[in-house]
T-cell receptor, first 111, second 115 residues
């Protein structure tokens, strides 16, 4: 069974600070996605990374896929209250059909 | 355009009753997923439909859970003889093509509470 772990579980920071959250596994994934979920809503896709070592930037968000495709990180620069939410990573399983989700990092950015 | 819709948004039921949860995917999307999310947790895969292929039911937790997708569009998740541990948010997602990193568009979920 492929599992994903995320750390930290909870993170509370002040507006303007930088942060990094992590997604780790002992398994290799062919691709990995990051989602953000706000209360009462479904997750919304932020990015998909496919190639080992790949780095993608989305405004203040930087996503990195590990060289071995077993881990990923999300770095947010100058966090804003609008970044508050549950950040989920999801890896495409070995059959290439279903996504395995991590438990999420709950981020709170205080004004 | 219209996104994924789910109904009802909230459902409270007594232990032992059957419930049906509905998902209307984005028109033209061939792949449809059901997930379960317990409070503050990640998503647990339940079932996956892709076109006319047999569904992947590997995530269904017990034989009390079943799902159908009629005409390649609307899907219904049925839970028979509900138990308190079934309480969770049930999320549906659709995708133009399953897997391969294609974006899943999620509905807002149905919050199920079993009393």
């Amino acid at each position: 069974t492929q599992l994903l772990e995320q750390s930290p579980q909870f993170l509370s920071i002040q507006e303007g600070e930088n942060l990094t959250v992590y997604c780790n596994s002992s398994s290799v994934f062919s691709s990995l996605q990051w989602y953000r979920q706000e209360p009462g809503e479904g997750p919304v896709l932020l990015v998909t990374v496919v190639t080992g070592g790949e780095v993608k930037k989305l405004k203040r968000l930087t996503f990195q896929f590990g060289d071995a495709r077993k881990d990923s990180s999300l770095h947010i620069t100058a966090a804003q209250p609008g970044d508050t939410g549950l950040y989920l990573c999801a890896g495409l399983d070995n059959y290439g059909q279903n996504f395995v989700f991590g438990p999420g990092t709950r981020l709170s950015v205080l004004p | 355009g219209a996104g994924v819709s789910q109904s009802p948004s909230n459902k409270v039921t007594e232990k032992g009753k059957d419930v049906e949860l509905r998902c209307d995917p984005i028109s033209g999307h061939t792949a449809l997923y059901w997930y379960r999310q317990s409070l503050g947790q990640g998503l647990e895969f339940l079932i996956y439909f892709q076109g006319n292929s047999a569904p992947d039911k590997s995530g269904l937790p017990s034989d009390r859970f079943s799902a159908e997708r009629t005409g390649g569009s609307v899907s219904t998740l049925t839970i028979q003889r509900t138990q308190q541990e079934d309480s969770a948010v049930y999320l549906c997602a659709s995708s133009p093509i399953g897997g391969e990193g294609y974006e899943q568009y999620f509905g807002p979920g149905t919050r199920l509470t079993v009393t």
